[in-house]
Nanobody, 115 residues
Framework: QVQVVESGGGLVQPGGSLRLFCAASGTIFSIDAMGWYRQAPGNQREMVAIITRAGNTNYADSVKGRFTISRDGAWNTQYLQMKSLKPEDTAVYYC?????????WGQGTQVTVSA
């Protein structure tokens, strides 16, 4: 079992930056990949960024060049650095951990980009 808890959301102006944190606990040694997803009102949840055990990363086209996903070596904490934020980045951001075929989700953290 893995538990993940997000933090770091908030209100930021367009063009600003924000850093999200995801703290993992439990059998973290079994994690294969971790990622960030987001869901805006009326929209489906979408992948934002993923990082694998090997350190490979994948980003949604809409955030490439603006967001960076990283983690500490032991999977204790995972980060999403967000720069040049746009109003369309407004959403609830969820941390996800993959262990085999199982997915573990956090409760989400709100990110609002508004003047």
């Amino acid at each position: 079992q893995v538990q993940v808890v997000e933090s770091g959301g908030g209100l930021v102006q367009p063009g600003g930056s924000l850093r999200l944190f995801c703290a993992a606990s439990g059998t973290i040694f079994s994690i294969d990949a971790m990622g960030w997803y987001r869901q805006a009102p009326g929209n489906q949840r979408e992948m934002v960024a993923i990082i694998t055990r090997a350190g490979n990363t994948n980003y949604a086209d809409s955030v490439k060049g603006r967001f960076t996903i990283s983690r500490d070596g032991a999977w204790n904490t995972q980060y999403l650095q967000m720069k040049s934020l746009k109003p369309e980045d407004t959403a609830v951001y969820y941390c996800n951990a993959i262990v085999g075929e199982a997915n573990y989700w956090g409760q989400g953290t709100q990110v609002t980009v508004s003047a």
